[in-house]
């Protein structure tokens, strides 16, 4: 048994073995001669995983450190007289230490019969002509959410609370002014005229007093109407309604001179429907029937309009009513008017306004209370400087104490904390978190909080803090979903302990829509390298991330490593040579990883990485 047991076929998956959180997991296939089995015969395969160079190890000779992994066992009963080859594939597993980065697999057979046994090995492991050399770690480039990333582009990875501005919707307002008979005089003591000229007047001087600056002031755009009492000559009615309308017109520009809208009167927009001689029949008819005439007259009334003959004819029918003075009381006024339609873009200040005015705000120069607490989050949000967003936001929070305008303010500082390199932000930043959580808790303010532990190197703090703000979850802040995304993807590469556990699939379902960081980008191409089902989405992902910040050496090293598994030696050497250019530390880990086994007496390698 033991000499037959020279020609057994061992096979390993993967080679080399593989780091999957802090487990080494692989399957060994034992495959046995068909007569090396017979009744009443026994035999095992001990796997274990000697540390150490797999050049110095000498067949036969125990290694000085080694560790179980587990055992095959063949019993020669189950396959006596059988035609086929026994065969018996299991997954087989140890914890993994530093020591095991370097390694090989070996095995001890022991045949036996009865009371007797013959134990040998150790034996070297082929799998597929390949020895199974070393444990490749590459589970252990995951970036952490800070690895990484960048506002250099003006877009921050903190989280901002909703600021809840909106723009004021454009408002519609009706003014109509009334008019004496066969007049295009605008007087205030004609029917309601008075009012209506007061409430524009108003509406002109609340809109003049929203802008600093005139010019700002937005373009209106006005509708309307106008029309004549059906009475009177042809001649004077066909030009009484353009009349009308041009006066109430001119009424306007004169509101808006008198409160300094400049130039803007020039771009009033007036676009009138002036309604003369039978145009107006259609409303006075209107009019009619909600007058005080009886059935029968306004039967009558309607009848003569909708009869025979041109406008002129149709009058003197209805100056010939014994009612007619009714219509002229009732009717008739109600039909000499001018109105206008006035739509008004909201008056929500322009970012140029509020610009000016916080820099007021900055000198001290005008009271923080001059912009409402969402003007200040909307500005300070949107605003690419970093170091305005702090000055404002450090304003903001002297008048409006909120959770939200201090977890702002701590992720401003933060993002200014990103771009210098000045850590001291950091813990000003977790001043103002603290702040915020003590007026309420929300998904944000611990998902900075955990930002601001990493960037202090504090990794237990960071967890901690990043638990909460999953528990909590994103609220209604559409942006924290992609944030919190970007967290679990992150912990479930973590927590795989092998391939197909279905962790690394979980991983990049939620990367695929996590915020657009470096550390997404980067952890979702590495969930699909370490599943090992699909390196081309691996590659897209990793190239995503080398677009977002090309100094990125771990990103090219993992570009490497795909084109390993590939087997694509030219991709290797470029990516390979990228990253460590980018950091020489990489060339020390690539001698060593176990995923460049096959590469490593290829002069290309050398060149890569000299």
Do not use: C
Request: proline share 3%; net charge positive; charged share 25%.
């Amino acid at each position: 048994m033991a000499k037959l047991a020279e020609q057994q076929q061992l096979t390993v998956e993967p080679n080399p073995l593989e780091l999957h959180g802090s487990n080494v997991g692989f399957t060994l296939s034992a495959k046995l001669p068909v007569k090396m089995m017979k009744k009443g015969t026994k035999y095992a395969l001990e796997v274990a995983y000697a540390s150490g160079d797999a050049t110095k190890f000498v067949k036969g000779k125990d290694p000085a450190d080694k560790t179980n992994a587990g055992t095959i066992e063949f019993d020669g009963d189950k396959y006596a007289g059988g035609t086929e080859e026994p065969k018996i594939s299991k997954k087989m597993n140890f914890a993994y230490e530093e020591k095991h980065e370097q390694g090989f697999v070996i095995i001890y057979g022991v045949a036996s019969k009865g009371k007797k046994s013959k134990r040998f090995g150790p034996i070297g492991v082929m799998s597929a002509g390949s020895p199974v050399v070393g444990v490749a770690t590459t589970s252990r480039l995951v970036k952490n959410p800070v690895d990484g990333i960048s506002n250099a582009a003006g877009k921050s990875p903190f989280a901002y609370a909703q600021d809840g501005w909106t723009k004021e919707s454009d408002k519609t307002t009706s003014y109509n002014i009334n008019f004496e008979q066969g007049s295009a005089r605008v007087t205030a003591t004609t029917g309601d005229n008075k009012n209506t000229i007061d409430l524009a007047k108003a509406a002109f001087k609340a809109m003049a007093s929203q802008f600093e600056n005139v010019d700002n002031i937005p373009e209106f755009k006005a509708n309307g109407a106008s029309s004549h009492s059906p009475e009177g000559r042809v001649a004077i009615n066909q030009n009484l309604p353009g009349q009308r309308s041009s006066a109430v017109g001119n009424q306007m520009k004169m509101m808006m001179k008198a409160f300094d809208y400049g130039k803007k009167v020039k771009k009033f927009d007036f676009q009138f429907d002036n309604k003369t001689l039978e145009a107006t029949w259609p409303e006075f008819k209107t009019l009619v029937q909600g007058s005080s005439l009886n059935d029968d007259q306004k039967t009558e009334v309607v009848g003569i309009v909708d009869g025979s003959g041109g406008f002129v004819e149709k009058e003197k029918k209805l100056q010939g009513l014994a009612y007619y003075n009714t219509m002229m009381d009732e009717i008739y006024p109600k039909m000499r008017y001018a109105k206008m339609d006035i739509t008004v873009p909201g008056t929500t200040k322009s970012k140029a306004d509020m610009e000016n005015m916080l820099d007021k705000i900055v000198k001290g120069e005008e009271p923080a209370d001059k912009l409402t607490e969402t003007e200040f989050l909307y500005m300070a949000a949107n605003n690419p400087n970093y170091t305005n967003r702090v000055k404002w936001l450090e304003k903001a929070v002297t008048k409006y104490d909120t959770w939200k305008v201090n977890n702002n303010l701590g992720a401003a500082y933060l993002d200014v904390a990103l771009l210098t390199k000045d850590n001291s932000y950091v813990d000003k930043a977790l001043a103002s978190f603290e702040k915020a959580k003590g007026k309420k808790e929300s998904g944000e303010i611990y998902y900075n909080m955990g930002m601001a532990y990493l960037m202090k190197g504090d990794n237990a703090k960071a967890e901690e803090s990043f638990k909460k703000a999953v528990e909590i979850g994103a609220g209604d802040n559409p942006a924290m979903t992609g944030l919190l995304n970007g967290i679990k993807g992150y912990y479930a590469i973590q927590q795989a302990t092998s391939r197909d556990d279905g962790k690394y699939k979980e991983a990049y379902e939620l990367l695929a829509s996590a915020a657009s960081t470096v550390p997404n980008y980067f952890n979702k191409g590495l969930a699909y390298l370490l599943e090992a089902n699909d390196y081309e989405q691996a590659k897209a992902s990793f190239n995503a991330a080398a677009k977002m910040n090309d100094k990125d050496a771990t990103t090219f090293y993992a570009l490497a490593v795909v084109a390993a598994r590939q087997g694509n030696e030219g991709e290797l050497t470029q990516n390979l040579k990228k990253a460590v250019e980018l950091k020489s530390d990489l060339k020390a880990k690539a001698l060593k990883d176990a995923e460049f086994f096959k590469y490593k007496t290829k002069a290309s390698f050398m060149d890569a990485i000299k």
